[in-house]
């Protein structure tokens, strides 16, 4: 693993805004970065980063399929209890899972390290599937990057395909985001137009648009029956929200399912640590109610269960408390994971994002910043295999 400095494309940017990758710049800084790229062996790709991922989703899923049992599992996750019997019915059913996300650090020596698992709303599915695969055909069309050079990211094929197995007779499927926000509703409609492909007939329906009608089902802006959506909207949420009571009748197939409430959520670093402790791609973790967590000493990073974007995770290295960034999610029960920073390569942290599509792993998006903390403003780079 080698961080590279290729050359930009000329007018990379025109060519963003052509694909609809606006968001490509974020309050005038880049986001998307193609003056640095991360090179790859094979071995490092196949046996450092897919391997780690296949083998902690089936780690994840046997952890489901305990906490879908279990009050005391369901209350450790904060799992509101009214809608317990709603997530455990949706994995007994079945109701089939779109994509997840694992944050590792990797460097290519040692171990993928696991993070967090954005298992509900993960972004950054168009850059890696869409944008830096174009990058990479470019780069190689000019010879830039050699002509036998490749990339971890199927992303785009594998979800083309789950969308078909999930919906194999085809059919009518709203999609749903804040309808202002531009990177989700880009997102969204790129899952969007994935979908057509897959020969489903996508509308959008902004989610704060969604209403009941008198027999209690959902319905978008026009009054239409929602019977299957995809959501950009975290399960954490909508569990709270006043529409959380007629969710288990309603009638819906969901993207991502309500199971997913249990693996988006920090609460299962701790819960794999206790069933796999010492696992190499694991960091020790546990509870803040839990007093073991002391045998992390003074240097650990506090970790909300739900937090987007580093927001109110503290990182504290020798019980010196770095600067946290206030998002709102500072009341929330906490766990503590041990403290491990990300590989800096010339001065830049950089996390590895693995992604699955339904059970598969599908290719993986890099991020770096500065800091030690993945933020929404931390740049997201380009990769290739050699």
Same mark, same amino acid.
């Given at each position: 693993?080698?961080? =590279?400095?290729? /050359?930009?494309? !000329? &007018?990379?940017?025109?060519?963003a805004e052509q694909v609809g990758f606006t968001w490509h710049h974020d309050s005038g800084k880049p986001y998307w970065d193609e003056s640095v790229?991360?090179?790859?062996?094979?071995?490092?790709?196949?046996? &450092?980063?897919?391997?780690? =991922?296949?083998?902690?989703?089936?780690?994840?899923?046997?952890l489901v399929a305990e906490a879908v049992e279990s009050e005391r599992l369901m209350t450790l996750l %904060?799992? !509101?209890?009214? +809608?317990? %019997?709603?997530?455990?019915? +949706?994995?007994?059913? &079945?109701?089939?899972?779109?994509?997840g996300r694992f944050d590792f650090a990797y460097d290519g020596? &040692?171990?993928?390290?696991?993070?967090?698992?954005?298992?509900? /709303?993960?972004? +950054?599915?168009?850059?890696?599937?869409?944008?830096?695969?174009?990058?990479?055909?470019?780069?190689?069309? /000019?010879?830039?990057?050699?002509?036998?050079? %490749?990339?971890?990211? +199927?992303l785009h094929e594998k979800l083309v395909e789950r969308f078909r197995t999930i919906f194999p007779n085809g059919g009518f499927v709203h999609f749903s985001s804040d309808?202002?926000?531009?990177?989700?509703?880009?997102?969204?409609?790129?899952?969007?137009?994935?979908?057509?492909?897959?020969?489903?007939?996508?509308?959008?329906?902004?989610?704060d648009q969604i209403g009941l009608n008198a027999d209690g089902r959902f319905v978008d802006q026009n009054n239409y029956l929602i019977q299957?959506?995809?959501?950009?909207?975290?399960?954490?949420?909508?569990?709270?929200?006043d529409y959380a009571e007629p969710l288990p009748?309603?009638?819906?197939?969901?993207?991502? !399912?309500?199971?997913?409430?249990?693996?988006?959520?920090?609460?299962?670093?701790?819960?794999?640590?206790?069933?796999?402790a010492g696992h190499p791609n694991l960091l020790e973790a546990y509870f803040e109610s839990d007093p073991q967590h002391g045998t992390l000493g003074s240097s650990y990073v506090r970790k909300p269960l739900f937090s987007r974007e580093g927001a109110n995770v503290a990182l504290v290295d020798k019980g010196r408390k770095a600067k946290?960034?206030?998002?709102?999610?500072? %009341?929330?029960?906490?766990?503590?994971?041990?403290?491990h920073a990300p590989p800096r390569f010339e001065g830049s942290y950089v996390i590895v994002g693995s992604w699955l599509v339904g059970d598969q792993p599908a290719g993986i998006g890099l991020r770096e910043d500065r800091g030690r903390i993945t933020r929404n403003t931390s740049r997201f780079v380009p990769h290739y295999i050699v």
């Open positions: 693993m080698e961080r =590279t400095r290729p /050359t930009p494309r !000329p &007018g990379w940017q025109a060519l790229a991360y090179r790859f062996t094979l071995p490092e790709i196949e046996d &450092g980063i897919e391997a780690p =991922t296949a083998e902690l989703h089936a780690m994840c899923l046997d %904060d799992i !509101p209890e009214a +809608s317990r %019997d709603y997530v455990a019915d +949706s994995w007994k059913r &079945g109701d089939p899972s779109l994509y020596q &040692g171990p993928a390290k696991l993070y967090e698992y954005n298992a509900d /709303t993960p972004t +950054s599915v168009y850059e890696t599937a869409v944008f830096q695969w174009l990058w990479l055909e470019e780069q190689m069309a /000019t010879g830039a990057l050699p002509a036998n050079a %490749d990339q971890f990211n +199927s309808a202002d926000f531009v990177e989700d509703r880009q997102t969204v409609r790129f899952l969007e137009d994935l979908a057509k492909q897959a020969g489903l007939d996508p509308e959008f329906v902004p989610i299957a959506m995809f959501k950009l909207y975290p399960w954490e949420q909508m569990l709270r929200d009748r309603a009638e819906m197939t969901v993207l991502e !399912p309500a199971w997913k409430a249990i693996l988006s959520n920090k609460g299962i670093l701790p819960l794999l640590w206790e069933r796999q946290v960034l206030e998002g709102g999610y500072g %009341d929330q029960p906490h766990i503590r994971q041990a403290l």
